[in-house]
């Protein structure tokens, strides 16, 4: 079973920019649609991008214009690159294969400041 891992997550003032990657160890994500999600606290967790095995993208829309997904073939790594963070871009970013059966992972925590 793949097991994603995140990693990048940190604290950053409103206006900074922050790269999230996701990864896994076991196996080979290329072939995978992969997707970030996040969770506020005391909010439902959401999907804020999504990239195909051929890097087509889609993004929501809070996020479009900001936010930047990409893989790395070589790599075995998607990022999220967050350019012009507000305080509500807060909370545990999770990446997840949707529809593979992988594992989420535990995520990592994005906290701006304002």
């Known amino acids: 079973q793949v097991q994603l891992v995140e990693s990048g997550g940190g604290l950053v003032q409103a206006g900074g920019s922050l790269t999230l990657s996701c990864t896994s160890s076991?196996?080979?994500?290329?072939?995978?649609?992969i997707a970030w999600y996040r969770q506020a606290p005391g909010k439902q967790r959401e999907l804020v991008a999504i990239i195909s095995p051929v890097s087509s993208t889609d993004y929501a829309n809070s996020v479009k214009g900001r936010f930047t997904i990409s893989r790395d073939r070589g790599k075995n790594a998607v990022y999220l690159r967050m350019d012009s963070l507000k305080v509500d871009d807060s909370g545990v970013y999770y990446c997840?294969?949707?529809?593979?059966?992988?594992?989420w992972g535990q995520g990592t925590q994005v906290i701006v400041s304002s």
């Open positions: 076991v196996a080979t994500i290329n072939p995978l649609r």
């Open positions: 997840a294969a949707p529809g593979s059966g992988a594992s």
